[in-house]
């Protein structure tokens, strides 16, 4: 199960950008792997195909407007910072939160995955954007109906219950 929720105060997240536009944070429950095994099931994981369908999209699109497109020259998957976990960067590794994410010209986008001692909903992914123009703005607004639904997707990969938990 995935839920939203409020967005958790993290140094990570409070150092992230220098402005946050937009956020938006989702949980679920994961007591048994690694922060590392978590972020790569959240964002190293094949996504399904109509996930797959709305990237092959925004790269079209995104190409007409001269949004990154290609693979980054500094592409490597050694999880540290400077790595990547499937197309985003690593920005920070800590002990119970990573942020990963991408610059282009029209915005910054990071992603928090924070790993708490909570009993239920302990791993809560957060996205933060900071608009460099307009184009950011109208990014964000056109992707927004389905920002919702991809990330939901992309977390419940993660999502693992203790055995005794229904």
């Given amino acids: 199960m995935v839920k939203e929720e409020r967005v958790p105060d993290s140094e990570g997240i409070r150092n992230a950008l220098s402005r946050v536009d937009f956020s938006d944070t989702f949980s679920t429950t994961n007591h048994q792997d690694s922060l590392e095994e978590i972020a790569k099931l959240i964002f190293g994981k094949k996504p399904p195909a109509w996930v797959q369908g709305l990237f ?12 990154k ?18 197309f985003f960067k690593i920005f920070r590794i800590a ?3 990573i942020i990963v994410g991408e610059d282009d010209k029209h915005l910054k986008f990071r992603a928090s995955i924070l ?11 957060t996205t933060l954007v900071e608009f460099n123009n307009a184009m950011g703005k109208m990014y964000m607004f056109s992707i927004g109906p389905f920002h919702r ?10 999502e693992k219950r203790n055995k005794d938990t229904p």
């Avoid at 092959?56 to 949004?67: P, S, Y």
């Avoid at 790993?115 to 992914?125: L, R, S």
């Fill in 56 to 67: 092959r999209f925004r790269i079209a699109v995104g190409k007409l407007f001269g949004l």
């Fill in 69 to 86: 497109s290609v693979t980054p020259d500094d592409y490597s998957q050694e999880f540290s910072e400077g790595g990547y976990i499937g």
């Fill in 95 to 97: 002990e119970n939160e």
């Fill in 115 to 125: 790993k708490t001692d909570e009993p239920d909903f302990n791993i809560k992914v």
């Fill in 149 to 158: 639904m991809v990330v939901k997707s992309m977390i419940k990969n993660a």
